[in-house]
């Protein structure tokens, strides 16, 4: 017979995944800018393991297991992007482009088979600061360090250190990064309204 403490864990964690579902849908409405990405952060943040504040997040954003998800304060995550199962760190103020894949599980293998395999949960780690350009994936078990940029179209499969630009399949470091690049910028109003 099935343990009933883990029944209702079960229940509950599955239905942190039906209110996600439920805001990505409903979030279907709403602008992406503005008022439109707060009140998304304000419905996922509910269910979240843990949230900062002024969490942005844009259309069709998908988090298959929002009770694993850590986010810190003013984060912003672009539209169409995945945040699979697995313990999902993202430190305050990273910035994730549109269309990427966050997932801290793998499949393993079951009889030559991934189907019935189960799975590995590796935790990621993204370091404040950080700016995840589009179509990113981060696999499992990586950790992006402090202010770093990873260029669009990238695989991280493992870690990266603070303060560089990195890159490519897999993401290998290209440069370190400037990180006074805007400090003379005055123009952040699509980042703060």
Known sequence: MYNMGVLLKRWLNNRKKRWANWCMFFGLALPN???????RGYWM???MKNSGKSLKISGLVNFYNPSRVVVGNNVYIGHGTYLGDGDISIDDEVVIGPNCVLSG???LFKNGSV???GYEYIPISIGRGTWIGGNCTITAGSRVGKGCIIAAGSVVTNDIPDGV???GIP???IKEN???SGKNSDNQQGMTT
Request: aromatic share 12%; glycine share 20%; hydrophobic share 45%.
């Open 105 to 107: 599980g793998n499949h």
């Open 45 to 47: 943040r509910l269910v």
């Open 115 to 117: 189907r019935f395999g």
């Open 178 to 180: 400037n990180l006074n």
């Open 165 to 167: 630009i990195a890159g």
């Open 171 to 173: 993401a290998k470091v």
């Open 33 to 39: 800018y503005g008022w439109g990405l707060s009140l």
